[in-house]
């Protein structure tokens, strides 16, 4: 996972970092930068290499299996951490406690069903400390 010794996410990503990170977070498997180029055609191949190597460096991916790519061998990427647990980790010494940013999302919310979700997933996590 992308933590240090006092499980804190290292730093924040860059905008690119983030592009790349969230076709990662959205495919089910591991993949290849030409498959990140194909789910992104905005992105340039060089940007992409560029922004796997620092994720790879402050360890946000890690290389799950070499295979071949058509002709070519290819490394293929994951996340080793969630979306979730990077946003909440990265951002709330600004936003403020957890407290906070659950206080804040119930404010705002103005859709029933969004309440319900945070409300299944509280109950959730209680259930999983529990046990």
């Avoid at 070519?72 to 957890?98: A, H, L, N, Q, W």
Wanted: aromatic fraction near 6%; proline fraction near 2%; hydrophobic fraction near 35%.
């Amino acid at each position: 996972m992308v933590i240090g010794g006092d499980n804190m996410l290292k730093k924040r990503l860059t905008n690119k970092q983030i592009d790349v990170m969230n076709i990662l977070w959205e495919n089910d498997k591991p993949m290849a930068a030409s498959e990140i180029l194909k789910a992104n055609e905005k992105l340039n191949i060089n940007t992409i290499h560029a922004c796997i190597r620092k994720l790879l460096e402050e360890e946000y991916v890690k290389v799950a299996y070499i295979d071949y790519s058509g002709n070519v061998m290819s490394r293929y990427f994951m996340p080793t951490v969630s979306k979730g647990k990077y946003f909440s980790e990265s951002y709330k010494d600004i936003i403020g406690s957890k407290k906070l940013i659950l206080t804040s999302l119930i404010e705002t919310e103005t859709n029933i069903e969004e309440l319900e979700q945070l409300e299944n997933l509280i109950r959730k996590k209680k259930e999983e400390l529990k046990e």
